[in-house]
């Protein structure tokens, strides 16, 4: 019912930033009411969440290895999220996933990177190179 659809992706030099966006669609769809997680995989390692922010409690969470350097806002009139990323390193090299609760009003809770998602984007890549 949720489609998710990741943007923004690309190659940039460490240190640089880039602005992933994330559109959601569904019928009767309301970003305001979800949990809106992203996460991140490396090739040969394991999925890493990298921040989750839900306007239920007004909380976002990050990952400590992203944590000053990312940014996550929302536009609810546009269903969309975003994930600034600043100050890019050659470790964030991952494709990107936004994901999305499937229960309403469900806070990311302190857990927020272990939690099952229900709805999963197609991912983006990034590649933090020189």
């Known amino acids: 019912q949720v489609q998710l659809v990741e943007s923004g992706g690309g190659q940039v030099q460490p240190g640089g930033s880039l602005r992933l966006s994330c559109a959601a669609s569904?019928?009767?769809?309301?970003?305001?009411?979800?949990?809106i997680g992203w996460f991140r995989q490396a090739p040969g390692k394991e999925r890493e969440g990298v921040s989750c922010?839900?306007?239920?409690?007004?909380?976002?969470w990050y990952a400590d290895s992203v944590k000053g350097r990312f940014i996550v806002s929302r536009d609810n009139a546009k269903n969309t999220v975003y994930l600034q990323m600043n100050r890019l390193e050659p470790g964030d090299t991952a494709v990107y996933y936004c994901?999305?609760?499937?229960?309403?009003?469900?806070?990311?809770?302190?857990?927020?990177?272990?939690?099952?998602?229900?709805?999963w984007g197609q991912g983006t890549q990034v590649a933090v190179s020189a």
């Open positions: 994901v999305a609760d499937g229960s309403i009003y469900r806070p990311c809770g302190s857990s927020w990177y272990s939690r099952p998602y229900d709805y």
């Open positions: 569904g019928s009767g769809f309301t970003l305001d009411y979800y949990a």
């Open positions: 922010t839900s306007s239920i409690d007004g909380n976002t």
